[in-house]
């Protein structure tokens, strides 16, 4: 069974820092690896799809990395802002469309 | 502005009553999802529906929780009888197989079963 863990799972920094968010899953056997941002009382938008033949993607400000056979991802996000600050989820997509979701990261930017 | 809808966004129920959750989902999108989130368990896959045909049903509570597709604009959610541990944030999502293999979320119902 796919498990996804991130860390850390609370983040705390100034705005303008550069910060990278982990993520690491135990079954390597994935389709793609996406990156959400949740804010509070919403839904999730996607951020970044990585295909599992690419090993990275880039929108923005924010970057993700993928290392497959080491069932790990970053999340790269450049000179932050307040604007940025939510709860960061990682999902891996297994068989059939199915995504496995970790426990997500809660950023907070301070002014 | 395509997006998911999902209704009631609240819900407060008693112990044993019947939960009906609706979702609709981008018009077009053929695939669509239903999550629970707990503090506890995080994001959980519930179901989801091909073409308004189910494929996956294997993370429901069988017993009480139903997943329906009665057209291509409506999915729904019940549970019935509801229990105090259903008490969760139930999202919806969509997509549409071959692009990209994004999910859209809708903004989802907060149940609360005391």
């Known amino acids: 069974k796919q498990e996804v863990t991130q860390i850390p799972a609370a983040l705390s920094v100034p705005e303008g820092e550069n910060l990278v968010l982990n993520c690491s899953f135990t079954?390597?056997?994935?389709?793609?690896l996406q990156w959400f941002r949740q804010d509070p009382g919403k839904g999730l938008t996607s951020l970044l799809l990585?295909?599992?033949?690419?090993r990275e993607q880039t929108s923005g400000r924010l970057n993700a990395s993928l290392d497959k056979s080491s069932g790990r991802s970053t999340l790269y996000i450049a000179a932050s802002q307040p604007g940025d600050s939510a709860t960061y989820l990682c999902?891996?997509?297994?068989?059939?469309?199915?995504?496995?979701f970790g426990k997500g990261t809660l950023l907070t930017v301070n002014p | 502005d395509a997006r998911v809808t999902q209704t009631p966004r609240h819900k407060v129920t008693e112990m044993g009553q019947e939960v009906t959750m609706r979702c609709q989902p981008i018009?077009?999108?053929?695939?669509v999802f239903w999550y629970r989130q707990t503090m506890m368990q995080g994001l959980e896959l519930l179901a989801y529906?091909?073409?308004?045909?189910?494929?996956?049903d294997s993370g429901m509570p069988k017993d009480r929780f139903s997943a329906e597709m009665p057209d291509a604009t409506l999915a729904t959610l019940k549970i019935q009888p509801s229990e105090p541990r259903d008490s969760a944030v139930y999202f919806c999502?969509?997509?549409?197989?071959?692009?990209?293999?994004?999910?859209?979320f809708g903004a989802g119902t907060r149940l609360s079963v005391l």
């Open positions: 999502a969509s997509g549409l197989v071959g692009q990209m293999d994004i999910q859209y």
């Open positions: 079954d390597s056997a994935i389709y793609n």
């Open positions: 990585i295909q599992s033949s690419q």
């Open positions: 999902a891996v997509e297994g068989s059939n469309y199915k995504l496995t």
């Open positions: 018009l077009g999108h053929n695939t």
């Open positions: 529906f091909r073409n308004r045909a189910p494929l996956d």
